[in-house]
């Protein structure tokens, strides 16, 4: 693939390609276009990179992250506050 093929692709499919290399979901094809658009294009390379190290600090500190009370938040209210859906 020339890196040129990569501008048909939308944020959503370079997202899902990038995930699916990062969870090794993709097809041979699939795989190479993804590891061309990280090698060609500083964007998709920084968005892999920083994926990566996201999920490797979540592996490292799973057990403290999920000892944590989840937040409870009451969406209308937000959304009334921030002026969105309005």
Same mark, same amino acid.
């Given at each position: 693939m020339k890196p040129d093929e990569s501008k048909q692709l939308t944020c959503e499919e370079i997202i899902a390609?990038? /995930?699916?290399l990062l969870d090794k979901e993709l097809t041979s094809d #699939? +795989?190479?276009l993804a590891l061309n658009l990280i090698r060609f294009n500083p964007q998709c %390379? /920084?968005?892999f990179t920083t994926l990566k190290k996201t999920i490797q600090l979540? #592996?490292? #500190? %799973?057990? +403290?992250?999920e000892s944590y009370p989840s937040p409870k938040f009451d969406?209308?209210?937000l959304r009334k506050k921030s002026g969105c859906g309005q």
């Open positions: 390609l990038v /995930n699916g #699939r +795989e190479k %390379r /920084n968005l979540y #592996r490292m #500190r %799973r057990s +403290e992250i969406w209308d209210q």
